[in-house]
């Protein structure tokens, strides 16, 4: 793979690059309308990723209706498919058909698409307001903006990090969606997919997580959740969870209560809960490095950034040139963003604010 090739994959598998390509809200488009005017490589890179993007967004928007998961696939087999042909329209000229498995310098462009497709399902939902079920969260506070949607396209198992201090370990192909910045009366997560959730202690604030037929409340506690098709299951590593029906008043009705190494089910004709003990063989939690932690030894803190950039997706506004000369010596672990943040500004003498468009950094910088 040559230089072109590996930073065009870079871009496509960028979920901020694939936002701003397909959202005229993106929160990204400062940083990438000044990314691309900082020299005409770069100008040119963006313009072969876009409209590579755009195409695969046209395929995905062709449906009046958002896809559902059977679609997603289908779609994602079409793309697939598409790029086994030779006459291929649809594909870059350089990314000529290969005949059995796909090539290691594809990976970008199929990571890319597995994306655009959650992006673009989830995007048609609250432009439409139409879908196969009711929405999960309808206030005025609500905006397309405020809502983030990580999509695992890949072939394994995805850590995200959530600014409360959570994390959710994301199985392929699933899909969370939750407010950026998490700054609500209780802390919302729709899933479609599978997930294994840590979850942050704060008993002030519940954490919510929304399938298409239940509805999970917890405080803080550690377990995993399978939700699609005609099975939905809740099982419970550490802490008790509160399960309900979709539709089910979780303020007043009686939740089923769900304990350490017990399993809460969804399936058969009646539609019901089970609650009984958990006879897997299989861990309850999914395959991943939960425990990962970004360590910095005198690094320049544009690489700290980047890191908190990819670990909650919010982009970081500061001037780059006043922090040129600052070093930072941490390690980014189970905390909170904000405690993350409050450590970072002293240690550099500046302040920060957070909003729907990111996090914004002030100060003088270093000598």
């Not at 230089?3 to 598998?13: H, P, V």
């Not at 960028?14 to 397909?22: L, N, T």
């Not at 963006?46 to 195409?55: G, I, M, P, T």
């Not at 970008?108 to 673009?120: F, N, S, T």
Request: aromatic content about 8%.
């Amino acid at each position: 793979m040559d230089e072109k090739e590996e930073q065009l994959s870079q871009l496509l598998a960028d979920h901020r690059f694939i936002d701003w390509v397909v959202n005229p809200q993106s929160i990204y488009a400062s940083y990438w309308l000044q990314w691309i005017a900082e020299s005409e490589h770069h100008a040119a890179l963006a313009a072969e990723a876009r409209s590579f993007l755009l195409q695969l967004s046209d395929a995905a928007g062709q449906n009046d209706h958002p896809l559902p998961q059977k679609g997603v696939d289908a779609l994602w087999q079409q793309i697939a498919s598409s790029a086994q042909q030779e006459d291929s329209a649809a594909l870059p000229s350089y990314m000529a058909p290969a005949t059995g498995t796909f090539t290691k310098r594809r990976k970008g462009y199929w990571l890319a698409a597995a994306l655009l497709i959650g992006l673009v399902t989830t995007m048609t939902f609250f432009l439409t307001g139409k879908t196969d079920t009711p929405p999960v969260i309808d206030t005025p506070n609500n905006t397309l903006s405020s809502k983030l949607v990580r999509y695992n396209g890949t072939d394994k198992n995805q850590l995200i990090f959530l600014p409360d201090g959570s994390k959710i370990t994301l199985a392929k192909g699933g899909q969370v969606t939750y407010h950026r910045l998490m700054n609500g009366n209780t802390r919302d997560v729709e899933l479609t997919g599978e997930a294994f959730f840590d979850v942050a202690k704060n008993p002030s604030k519940p954490f919510l997580i929304y399938t298409p037929k239940m509805v999970v409340k917890v405080l803080g506690t550690s377990f995993r959740v399978i939700s699609g098709g005609e099975k939905e299951a809740v099982l419970v590593k550490t802490g008790k969870v509160s399960v309900f029906l979709k539709g089910q008043d979780i303020t007043h009705d009686a939740p089923n209560i769900v304990l350490p190494k017990q399993t809460c089910t969804l399936s058969g004709p009646a539609k019901g809960l089970i609650t009984a003990a958990y006879t897997g063989q299989a861990n309850i939690d999914l395959a991943t490095d939960s425990q990962k932690e970004y360590a910095f030894e005198d690094a320049p803190l544009e690489a700290v950034f980047k890191a908190l950039e990819n670990m909650y997706d919010l982009p970081i506004h500061y001037d780059r040139q006043a922090f040129e000369h600052c070093f930072i010596n941490i390690t980014l672990g189970n905390e909170n963003l904000e405690e993350k943040l409050a450590v970072i500004t002293q240690t550099i003498n500046a302040s920060y604010t957070l909003s729907d468009k990111g996090i914004k950094i002030e100060g003088t910088g270093c000598k």
